[in-house]
């Protein structure tokens, strides 16, 4: 005998009731052994995907680059003194905002288009 089968009928209904609930968000049919197709819910994949960070951060990143080739390293360099001189919030998108190796590649590549 199962653990399952020396509960109650009372719990045994709310195990079969929780699987529905589960089952209707996705599962997956597998054969046994013994020819008995069983049905379980899918695992659910817990927080955010690798790949849609890598995807943001490297998104900014251009974003950045395509900003620093638009309005020239010394303008950018002013704007982010102005953000430096801000609010909490401000201070911390200077931070984010500041010029790095990457987005100064990118700049430098896409300087001639924007000129």
């Known amino acids: 005998m199962t653990i399952v089968s020396q509960n109650g009928f009372g719990a045994r209904i709310k195990n079969v009731q929780r699987k529905h609930v589960r089952m ?39 974003f950045k680059g395509l900003i620093i080739a638009n309005l020239g390293a010394a303008a950018y360099a002013d704007r982010i003194e102005a953000l430096r001189a801000g609010s909490v919030v401000e201070k911390f998108g200077a931070a984010v905002m500041q010029p790095d190796p990457v987005s100064l590649y990118i700049s430098a590549k896409f300087a001639p288009i924007f000129n």
């Open 24 to 62: 209707a968000q996705g599962y997956d049919a597998k054969v046994g052994r013994d020819g008995l197709i069983v049905f379980r819910p899918k695992r659910r994949k817990a927080g955010l995907p690798l790949r849609w960070v890598v995807v943001a951060l490297a998104g900014a990143i251009v």
